[in-house]
């Protein structure tokens, strides 16, 4: 029998379950887990632990890892995306780092999405003043049907997307950074997949375009003004990846002066948002506050892969979905 690890979970102490609960339930059982106490002194709370579970990666601080530093064997991220890590001092630590990959929140993004595509396709808050107004089959609306989406980006998300899309008759193109099998995409009904190269064609042959890529240095701000202004002026952009993908002021500006038909977003590039952010009070846009992948199902797949990574780590071997190296 493998051997029961030390475990300590570090949560958002104002956004604390299901995420907690999910961990107790898939790592308490088998493991011996403590949850990170913020009014304790930090040292001892990492005496002895091998592996730290870190809710996001938003809540590791330098002095943790110093503390964790000589016994812990994997901190896992209970997220995808590790902008909000500083992954750099972590390895300076030698310290092993392993995230929740795409599979983990595919189908919630891709959901967000197809809400927002339907939203804005109905001009759903048009719709909403017509019928506080008393004013009837108004607005007009666009089906999907026939209607091209672009999808930047073909990981989890984007290809949950595809399947989702593909039942409301949408025709499908795809740009990724690796080449997508033709199985792939006679699987998911691709009439175009393409290479970065080829972006400037899907975004500007795309009724909606939708993002799906990780935030690094290539991909920060990349849909810039110049990317915008490519878009048809019927076109929507979609984004439930992350917020520094897109200029939020050449955005605004595509939206006020109709280079773009409208916008569905639910992550910013600067978050807490700004309650007065612009782009708030504009009728063709369509907004929530980061909660495209935040679901129950989200939470269970994300605690299943750490309890899988502290089981292999308790059994001696690699953890999965290492970021670090």
């Given at each position: 029998?493998a051997?029961?690890?030390?475990?300590?979970?570090?949560?958002?102490?104002?956004?604390?379950?299901?995420?907690?609960?999910?961990?107790?339930?898939?790592?308490?059982?088998?493991?011996?887990?403590?949850?990170?106490?913020?009014?304790?002194?930090?040292?001892?709370?990492?005496?002895?632990?091998?592996?730290?579970?870190?809710?996001?990666?938003?809540?590791?601080?330098?002095?943790?890892?110093?503390?964790?530093?000589?016994?812990?064997?994997?901190?896992?991220?209970?997220?995808?995306?590790?902008d909000?890590?500083?992954?750099e001092?972590?390895?300076?630590?030698?310290?092993?780092?392993?995230?929740?990959?795409?599979?983990?929140?595919?189908?919630?993004?891709?959901?967000c999405?197809?809400?927002?595509?339907?939203?804005l396709?109905?001009?759903?808050?048009?719709?909403?003043?017509?019928l506080?107004?008393?004013?009837?089959?108004?607005?007009?609306?666009?089906?999907?049907?026939?209607?091209?989406?672009?999808?930047?980006?073909?990981?989890?998300?984007?290809r949950?997307?595809?399947r989702r899309?593909?039942?409301?008759?949408?025709?499908?193109?795809?740009?990724?950074?690796?080449?997508?099998?033709?199985?792939?995409?006679?699987?998911?009904?691709?009439?175009?997949?393409?290479?970065?190269?080829?972006?400037?064609?899907?975004?500007?042959?795309?009724?909606?375009?939708?993002?799906?890529?990780?935030?690094?240095?290539?991909?920060?701000?990349?849909?810039?003004?110049?990317?915008?202004?490519?878009?048809?002026?019927?076109?929507?952009?979609?984004?439930?990846?992350?917020?520094?993908?897109?200029?939020?002021?050449?955005?605004?500006?595509?939206?006020?002066?109709?280079?773009?038909?409208?916008?569905?977003?639910?992550?910013?590039?600067?978050?807490?948002?700004?309650?007065?952010?612009?782009l708030?009070?504009?009728?063709n846009?369509?907004?929530?506050?980061?909660?495209?992948?935040?679901?129950?199902?989200?939470?269970?797949?994300?605690?299943?892969?750490?309890?899988?990574?502290?089981?292999r780590?308790?059994?001696?071997?690699?953890?999965?979905?290492?970021?670090?190296?």
């Amino acid at each position: 029998m493998a051997e029961r690890l030390k475990v300590v979970y570090i949560p958002d102490p104002e956004n604390s379950n299901p995420w907690k609960e999910d961990i107790k339930e898939a790592v308490g059982r088998r493991h011996n887990l403590a949850i990170y106490d913020y009014k304790a002194p930090i040292a001892p709370q990492f005496q002895g632990v091998d592996v730290v579970i870190d809710l996001g990666g938003s809540w590791g601080t330098r002095a943790m890892a110093d503390a964790a530093n000589g016994s812990v064997k994997l901190w896992q991220i209970l997220g995808n995306g590790f902008d909000h890590f500083d992954l750099e001092y972590w390895k300076s630590k030698k310290i092993p780092v392993a995230n929740c990959p795409g599979f983990c929140s595919g189908i919630p993004l891709a959901e967000c999405a197809m809400i927002f595509m339907l939203m804005l396709g109905r001009r759903w808050y048009e719709t909403q003043s017509k019928l506080r107004h008393g004013v009837l089959y108004r607005p007009f609306g666009a089906e999907l049907e026939g209607r091209r989406l672009g999808l930047i980006g073909f990981g989890a998300s984007g290809r949950e997307l595809a399947r989702r899309a593909r039942a409301f008759g949408m025709k499908l193109s795809a740009i990724d950074i690796r080449d997508i099998p033709s199985e792939e995409q006679r699987e998911f009904g691709l009439e175009f997949a393409g290479k970065p190269a080829d972006m400037d064609r899907v975004i500007g042959e795309a009724d909606y375009v939708s993002l799906h890529l990780h935030l690094n240095n290539e991909t920060r701000q990349m849909m810039n003004e110049q990317k915008l202004r490519l878009m048809k002026p019927t076109a929507y952009l979609i984004n439930v990846a992350r917020g520094a993908l897109v200029d939020e002021q050449a955005l605004y500006a595509a939206l006020v002066e109709g280079w773009i038909g409208g916008a569905g977003i639910d992550v910013f590039g600067k978050e807490p948002v700004d309650p007065d952010n612009p782009l708030f009070k504009l009728p063709n846009v369509v907004t929530t506050p980061h909660i495209a992948g935040v679901t129950d199902g989200t939470s269970r797949r994300r605690a299943a892969t750490a309890a899988e990574n502290c089981d292999r780590i308790a059994a001696g071997q690699t953890p999965l979905y290492r970021v670090d190296v």
